[in-house]
Every structure is written in structure tokens, then in C-alpha cells.
């Protein structure tokens, strides 16, 4: 296992002032993560020296890898002027102009620190907007941290509840069940179970929140039936329309959701836009905007924060979001395609169990033979957890970096060499499993 010495020894004084060892769930690895010491365009550098390709790129984050000149010139030049000031500053103008100007439905946005805090704010103004509680969600997505979204989110078989009418189960401990029944649980593009669920709660429901391609629900896109559905119901029962697109705004120049032909009320994103930088955003058409306006007093819904909207995140955001062209995500589009197809097609001439899912620049590897239709089949039991492990510690022992839960993500200085590269390794670690 590469890395081990010197990782080992960080992780060794981690345990003793960081609870867990490390400061992100994310990251942690049995016995121990991997330190890393640089990244450099597809490539990281791990504290023994050991080098590998970067196919996690910070949870998506980082769609130009690492140290990407555009960014560093911007970051450098900011860092002289100031990191944060007790103002506004022209940079946020910049990035606020370059969004609205490329997603048809946002009329304006507003900064935030982190996707969790972006979902959060959205749940709050479409609470404020409607005067009503309840949200709903889909199976087994992940929107962060925020109370109402933890729910029905890595829990066992045994309290999924039905198929059609799923559970709503708290996450973290302590939270209290009072939160997990104002939150709907909706089965992932079911048209049928799903009316049924809406039309019981349509006056209690404040929004329904949506991913266009959930993470860890198994990266199966949504279905253009279900979300026309979603679309023409939450319009219809003034429900609001909340795209989660943290990671999903990777799918196209213009978003996530108008990739597939359709618009939010309000879209939650984050990662791609902050450049590597912590941020977060919510944006939208101005009258879904409208609980954070202060200019005629206080706000329905209050949103400050230390570093929202700080310059260095928006510096770093203008010069990622400024190098990204329509034919960027062409290319994403064409690279995935191939990585998918190599993957696949290698796993059947392999005859190994494995399937692949997702779309443009991002997909995920799954240990079944047949492709998951959602969070239900891609649910790994605790064996295939534990296989899952093995699986990923293997890829990193053939210089590949993924996910915990077997995901992987392009950056536009990817080629079909370092794909090539990537199967490669995918073989021979999945082989190496299946002996075992
Ligand atoms: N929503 C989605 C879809 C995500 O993938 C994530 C993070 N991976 C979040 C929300 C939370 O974002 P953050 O980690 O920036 O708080």
C-alpha cells in the first residue's frame, strides 16, 4: 500500500487532535488515508512521493485539476490586493454576471461558503416563499448536512419501508424524528408512487428537491418523464422547484437541469464555480430570489457569512468559469462516453460483475453485474462495502484516485491516454478483488 509511511505517521498524530484521525468523513480510509503534498494538472503527489492520477479531483470540484495557470494568475494577483474585506467587491459582480449570463432561468444569485449551506438556503426561502414546512426529496440523495435533507440517506434495507412509499429515516444521531416527518422521501422516477405521495402532502409541501443526477443515489440520471412530471406538478400545487446541482452543474455550460430541457425556481450549486475554493450559491428567476433581498428592510430569510462572497473563492471561480467554453463540455460529453464504454466493455470482455453509470464528465463503477435503477440496487450491503474498500485501496496502489463509493470525475486536462491508463488499472484491481 503506497504512501504508508509517512501517511501513517500523519495519521498517527491526526488520531491524537483530530477526532477520527482526519477532518472529513469523505476521506477517511481504513488504516489510514493517503496524504497528499501537491497536485499538478492530472496528478497528485502523495508525502512519500508516490504519484497518481486524479480521477476524484475534489468531488468533482476541480474541473481543470490542479494548478491551473488561469487560476494561480488570478489567485496570485488577489492575494496581493487582499484576502477578505468587511465590503463587497467588484469580483462578486463578475461571477454573479458570468452565472446569470449563462443559465437562462437565473435572474440573480446570492454567495455562500459550502453546497450544504447553498441547499440549506434554498429550503429556507422556499419555506419563506410558501408559508409551508414540509420538503420533499428523492431516495437516498445526498444535499449535505442540513437537518431536512439528512434523511432517508445510507440506511439499512431494513428500514427502507416500501418501494413506492419510502421512509423517512433520520441520518445523524440526534436528529429528532419531528425533522424526518417534514421531509417526504419521493421514489426516484417512479411517476405513479410519486403522484400519489405529492397529491397527499401538495398543502404542506414548500419545495420538492431535486438532483438531475444523484450522487449517491447511484449517478443514474433522472428520467425526462419523471422530471417533466415534477415540473408540471410543483408548478401546478405552487410547490418550489429546487435543483440541487452541486455536482450536477458540471453537466453543461448552461447547468444541470437545462441539460435535460428544463428550469428550477431555485438551483442550489457549488464545487466547479469556487475554482478549488470553498463556495457555495444559490441562484434563480428574481421573485424566487426575493426572500433575501434586504432593501426595503430586514429580509424574510437573513443570509450573511464571514467569507461569503470572499475574493479570493470569487477570483479563483471568474478564472474557472471564464476557461470553460460550450465545447468544454462537448468534449466532457465525448471523454465520458469513451470512459464509460472502455469500462464496460472491458468488465464484459473480463467477465467481471461490475457495471458502470453516469453521464458527461462524471460516472461511477458499481459491484453488480447489471446497472442499478437507483439508491436501492446501488446500496452496497456491508460485504460489498468492505469489497468496495478493497477495490479503491487497490486503485490507489495502481496510482488511480476515486471515490469512496467508486465515483470518478474528468478535468478538462484529460485525455483518452490517461483514460486508457485508468481501465487499465480498473482491470486489474477488479480482477485482483475477484480472486480474493
Ligand atoms: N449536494 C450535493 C449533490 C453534493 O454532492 C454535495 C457534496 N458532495 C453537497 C450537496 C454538499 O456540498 P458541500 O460539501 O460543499 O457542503
Redesign the pocket.
Known amino acids: 500500500f503506497q504512501g504508508l509511511h509517512r501517511s501513517a505517521e500523519l495519521f498517527g498524530r491526526g488520531q491524537r487532535v483530530i477526532t477520527g484521525g482526519n477532518a472529513r468523513l469523505?476521506l477517511f480510509q481504513r488504516p489510514h488515508p493517503v496524504y497528499f503534498a501537491e497536485g499538478t494538472g492530472v496528478h497528485l503527489l502523495d508525502v512519500n512521493g508516490n504519484t497518481y492520477l486524479d480521477f476524484m479531483n475534489n468531488?468533482?470540484a476541480l474541473i481543470h485539476g490542479h494548478g491551473f495557470r488561469p487560476v494561480l494568475d488570478r489567485l496570485h494577483h488577489q492575494l496581493e490586493l487582499g484576502v477578505s474585506f468587511s465590503g463587497p467587491t467588484e469580483l462578486e459582480v463578475e461571477l454573479a454576471e458570468l452565472l446569470c449570463g449563462r443559465v437562462p432561468y437565473f435572474d440573480q444569485v446570492r454567495f455562500v461558503n459550502?453546497?450544504?449551506?447553498?441547499?440549506m438556503y434554498t429550503i429556507k426561502a422556499a419555506r419563506a416563499l410558501t408559508g409551508r414546512v414540509k420538503i420533499a426529496k428523492l431516495e437516498g440523495?445526498?444535499?449535505?448536512?442540513y437537518d431536512p435533507v439528512e434523511v432517508s440517506l445510507d440506511s439499512a434495507p431494513a428500514n427502507w419501508g416500501s418501494r413506492s412509499a419510502p421512509n423517512a429515516i433520520p441520518y445523524s444521531a440526534g436528529n429528532s424524528q419531528a425533522v424526518a416527518d417534514d421531509t417526504v422521501v419521493l421514489p426516484f422516477n417512479d411517476v405513479e408512487a410519486t403522484r400519489e405521495i405529492l397529491e397527499r402532502n401538495r398543502d404542506k409541501l414548500a419545495a420538492v428537491l431535486i438532483?438531475v443526477l444523484?450522487?449517491r443515489a447511484g449517478l443514474v440520471p433522472i428520467s425526462l418523464s419523471y422530471l417533466a412530471f415534477l415540473r408540471e406538478i410543483t408548478a401546478r400545487y405552487g410547490i418550489v422547484l429546487i435543483s440541487?446541482?452541486?455536482?450536477?452543474f458540471r453537466l453543461s455550460f448552461r447547468g444541470g437541469i437545462t441539460r435535460f430541457g428544463f428550469e428550477a425556481d431555485l438551483c442550489?450549486f457549488?464545487?466547479i464555480i469556487g475554482g478549488g475554493l470553498?463556495i457555495?450559491a444559490v441562484g434563480g428567476p428574481a421573485r424566487y430570489m426575493l426572500p433575501f433581498d434586504s432593501t426595503n428592510g430586514k429580509p424574510l430569510v437573513p443570509q450573511a457569512g464571514t467569507f461569503s462572497a470572499n475574493p479570493m473563492s470569487m477570483a479563483a471561480g471568474i478564472a474557472t468559469m471564464q476557461s470553460l467554453s460550450e465545447q468544454s463540455f462537448q468534449l466532457f460529453d465525448d471523454l465520458g462516453e469513451y470512459a464509460r464504454s472502455s469500462l464496460i466493455e472491458m468488465f464484459h470482455r473480463e467477465r467481471l460483475p461490475y457495471s458502470v453509470t453516469g453521464m458527461g464528465s462524471m460516472f461511477r463503477i458499481h459491484l453488480r453485474a447489471e446497472a442499478p435503477e437507483g439508491y436501492r440496487e446501488a446500496y452496497a450491503a456491508a460485504e460489498q462495502q468492505r469489497k468496495m474498500e478493497i477495490l479503491i485501496r487497490a486503485l490507489q496502489d495502481r496510482n488511480v484516485i476515486v471515490s469512496p463509493t467508486c465515483q470518478l470525475c474528468l478535468s478538462t486536462p484529460m485525455s483518452k491516454d490517461h483514460i486508457d491508463e485508468m481501465v487499465t488499472s480498473v482491470r486489474e484491481a477488479t480482477k485482483m478483488v475477484e480472486a480474493l
Do not use: I, R
Open positions: 469523505s468531488f468533482t459550502s453546497g450544504t449551506e447553498a441547499v440523495a445526498f444535499h449535505g448536512s438532483d444523484p450522487q440541487d446541482e452541486v455536482m450536477s442550489a457549488a464545487k470553498p457555495g
